[in-house]
């Protein structure tokens, strides 16, 4: 027979169970946060041009205190009985009522100030949807669930130079700030966000900081940029953009979601080059859209 192994106090493992108060600890409350990504487009009078696309992220207007009237990220608190990315589908299901849709965790933002009720973790989740498959609905602590353009841009960038007074070395500081911009018919919402890279030779913090905020519940601010450098990252190396795709598209359309996200215009035969191994064609062409029918193409699930 085994023997039991016994630690300092002379308890075996059941023993020190048996006795362990969890109380004896402070715990915090652990949230799942959503940024749900979707690209949509504008109505646009002329129907020989093609509509422009915008990228849009779903914010709730809290209908309870904290932030009575602000508005937020979709989310929740995780209950006892699922995992962070349980919770975080369960709010994406509840919030927008589509599921297995690309999903990512982020980042966890534990500092012990961002919510006023208690010390609330938040796991932070990433998800990219197709449009033309959403619709929205607010939950029991929200008045409403809507879609704000968004519009992320750099404002100042410098970088510094400091000897480490911790070892001879030197230590880099590069501080970004960025214009957080989300609309909605009449409302605009506008946060001013720092990032902040310090690299010496053993590593590299960075260092996310909201400098002013506007209507944006909590961190939120912070979060969605957070996100939204993730997603811009991402989908220049991974067919990450795909996901916001309906099942069937033309490389035109492809093309107008990688331009929202990335922030600029790409050369067309640079673009459909880059991307040839992601998708593939089909036998369709559209229809009754004012302009030759173009091919429709999807997306390649695996790779020759």
Same mark, same amino acid.
């Given at each position: 027979m085994k023997k039991e192994l016994r630690d300092r106090n002379g308890l075996t493992e059941a023993e020190y169970l048996s006795s362990y108060e969890p109380g004896d600890y402070v715990r915090p409350s652990v949230a799942a946060d959503m940024v749900i990504f979707t690209v949509m487009e504008t109505e646009e009078e002329n129907y020989r041009k093609l509509p422009e696309k915008e990228l849009e992220v779903l914010l709730i207007q809290r209908g309870v205190h904290p932030y009575l009237g602000c508005w937020a990220l979709p989310g929740g608190f995780v209950r006892p009985d699922e995992t962070t990315e349980a919770a975080a589908k369960r709010e994406l299901k509840e919030e927008t009522g589509v599921d297995h849709v690309y999903l990512e965790q982020l980042y966890t933002f534990s500092e012990p100030e961002r919510d006023p009720r208690t010390w609330v973790m938040s796991c932070s989740y990433m998800a990219l949807i197709d449009s033309s498959k959403v619709w929205v609905s607010a939950g029991d602590d929200a008045d409403q669930a809507v879609w704000f353009r968004t519009s992320f841009r750099l404002?100042?960038?410098?970088?510094?130079? &400091?000897?480490? =007074?911790?070892?001879?070395?030197?230590?880099?500081? &590069?501080? +970004?700030?960025?214009?957080?911009?989300?609309?909605?018919?009449?409302?605009?919402?506008?946060?001013?966000?720092?990032?902040?890279?310090?690299?010496?030779?053993?590593?590299?913090?960075?260092?996310?900081?909201?400098?002013?905020?506007?209507?944006?519940?909590?961190?939120?601010?912070?979060?969605?940029?957070?996100?939204?450098? &993730?997603?811009?990252?991402?989908?220049?190396?991974?067919?990450?953009?795909?996901? =916001? =795709?309906?099942?069937?598209?033309?490389?035109?359309?492809?093309?107008?979601?990688?331009?929202?996200?990335?922030?600029?215009?790409?050369? +067309?035969?640079?673009?459909? &080059? +880059?991307?040839?191994?992601?998708?593939?064609?089909?036998?369709?062409?559209?229809?009754?859209?004012?302009?030759?029918?173009?091919?429709?193409?999807?997306?390649?699930?695996?790779?020759?």
């Open positions: 404002m100042d960038e410098h970088i510094e130079y &400091r000897k480490n =007074m911790t070892y001879d070395g030197m230590k880099t500081i &590069r501080t +970004k700030r960025y214009e957080l911009e989300l609309s909605h018919e009449d409302v605009v919402l506008r946060s001013m966000i720092e990032k902040k890279i310090v690299k010496t030779e053993h590593e590299t913090v960075t260092e996310y900081r909201i400098l002013e905020n506007d209507g944006l519940a909590f961190d939120h601010a912070k979060i969605i940029a957070y996100a939204l450098e &993730r997603l811009k990252g991402k989908v220049e190396y991974t067919d990450l953009a795909l996901h =916001m =795709m309906p099942k069937e598209f033309t490389l035109t359309q492809l093309q107008q979601v990688y331009e929202v996200i990335l922030g600029k215009t790409l050369l +067309k035969a640079a673009f459909r &080059r +880059k991307i040839a191994h992601l998708v593939e064609e089909t036998d369709s062409f559209t229809e009754n859209e004012g302009h030759r029918p173009s091919r429709l193409f999807r997306r390649k699930l695996e790779e020759e």
